[in-house]
């Protein structure tokens, strides 16, 4: 017979498919141990079940223009802060993908932000990310500034899309269909992918930018205008990635 402890390691594993084996396999086990994590693993099946209907739902849109051709999610990330640059993200998924817990990149954990980025990264079909400075943001404004970043996005993506899923906004001079849904990187999963790779990269480039201007703590606030970070502008004027256009009431 199985001890324990095996069979407690077995069921350390958030496998769909594992888990209900498990479940199958100890199912009987008259052991009070055993019945714990059976019960426990019910729990996560059930879990599981309301997170694969959520990801299915959130694959309305891309199964209703999926006959046209490669559907493509497009977001951005760095439109508030006063510092740093904006981030636009453009992902392809399969059309059978089946990554769960992708969501809007601000209801998520930096932790599984992080897991879920390398997932994307390596099953996407094609990921295209596009940047504008703060330059360039003080000189034809954020909005401006966001449409050419995802122009670029979709530029650096390998394969064509015939259809963007965008988050909100119709991105100017493509001429590739666009479908703008309110709340999309919550109702779309090729968006919420877009969303996730943008908010990871624009993450990384600020905790870089907090070595070289530490003073700022811009690995915490990522460039936002939180308390410290104006307190800082203040003390220490600004940086060469501070917006001059957003923080004018500042110093």
């Not at 059978?96 to 980025?117: F, G, M, V, W």
């Not at 400075?133 to 449409?147: F, G, H, K, M, V």
């Not at 201007?213 to 060469?240: D, M, Q, R, V, W």
Request: proline share 3%; net charge positive; with cysteine.
């Amino acid at each position: 017979m199985d001890s324990i402890k095996d069979i407690k390691a077995r069921f350390a594993t958030d496998d769909y498919q594992s888990l209900k084996a498990l479940i199958r396999a100890y199912g009987d086990d008259e052991r009070e141990g055993v019945k714990k994590l059976v019960l426990s693993a019910r729990k996560k099946i059930d879990t599981l079940n309301r997170e694969i209907k959520r990801i299915e739902k959130m694959k309305t849109y891309e199964r209703e223009y999926e006959a046209m051709g490669y559907v493509c999610g497009i977001d951005e990330v760095g439109r508030g802060p006063l510092a740093g640059p904006v981030v636009a993200g453009a992902v392809i998924l399969k059309r059978d993908c089946n990554i769960l817990y992708l969501n809007d990149s601000k209801q998520l954990t930096a932790k599984k932000r992080e897991e879920l980025y390398d997932i994307i990264m390596e099953e996407a079909v094609s990921v295209g990310l596009g940047f504008n400075s703060p330059q360039r943001i003080d000189e034809i404004n954020i909005l401006n500034a966001t449409y050419e970043a995802m122009r670029e996005a979709i530029s650096n993506l390998s394969v064509k899309p015939k259809v963007l899923l965008n988050d909100a906004v119709t991105i100017p001079g493509v001429k590739i269909k666009q479908v703008p849904i309110i709340k999309g990187d919550a109702k779309s999963i090729s968006i919420a992918a877009a969303s996730i790779v943008a908010k990871v990269t624009r993450d990384r480039l600020m905790v870089e930018y907090d070595k070289i201007y530490p003073e700022y703590n811009f690995k915490s606030n990522k460039g936002y205008g939180s308390a410290e970070h104006i307190a800082a502008l203040k003390k220490y004027g600004k940086t060469p990635i501070h917006r001059d256009s957003f923080i004018s009431n500042f110093i």
